[in-house]
């Protein structure tokens, strides 16, 4: 998990960073915006909503692993009554992933809140003051998301960690009662 979780962290990083420097390079779009200009406008909002679902992407999969991984421990250990202090810290471990996965997603809706309020297109007067704090945030959220995605990968590591811990004991126990047939190595 650990490696596509970097794979697929750095691609969204990529869209995000992309869409934030599409986004830099737009024109001016509140004074007679030219045929070049709106069609910069229109790839710097598909891209963003690429990036934002990239982001939303990544996020899940971080959430979807810890519960099922999370389970898994728990009815692997409950089975092999093994010491259930693990379960408990694979608990722990996807609370924080879920916090950090939501601060990713959030941060997302917040970028794209402020880009649909500095965006002219929405007809609503006075947008091109919002342009600072959706550019601002942009570049925040970046860094947000980036975070996230850093711890995520740390959460994921310590949870593999135990999760071989956990099928090093099982593999002995199923040795030791004869369910697993002895390594090559250990004949």
Known sequence: MTRILTTLAALSLVLVQVAL?????????????????????????LTGIAAALGVVFVE??????????????????????????????TNRLKRRAFAVALVGMLTVVGIIALGAAADPATGRPNTQSWT???????????AII???YFAAWQYVWMQNAIIQQIIAEVSEIRRERGLEPLTPAAK
């Open 132 to 142: 600072i704090y959706h550019m601002s945030a942009a570049m925040l959220g970046f």
């Open 21 to 45: 420097i599409l986004g830099v390079y737009i024109g001016d779009l509140y004074r007679d915006p030219n045929a070049d200009t709106l069609h910069m406008a229109t790839v710097h909002r």
């Open 146 to 148: 980036a975070w996230t």
């Open 60 to 89: 899940s999969i971080v959430a979807t692993y810890f519960i099922a991984t999370s389970r898994w421990c728990k009815e692997v250990s409950e089975t092999y009554r093994l010491d259930m202090a693990r379960v408990g810290e």
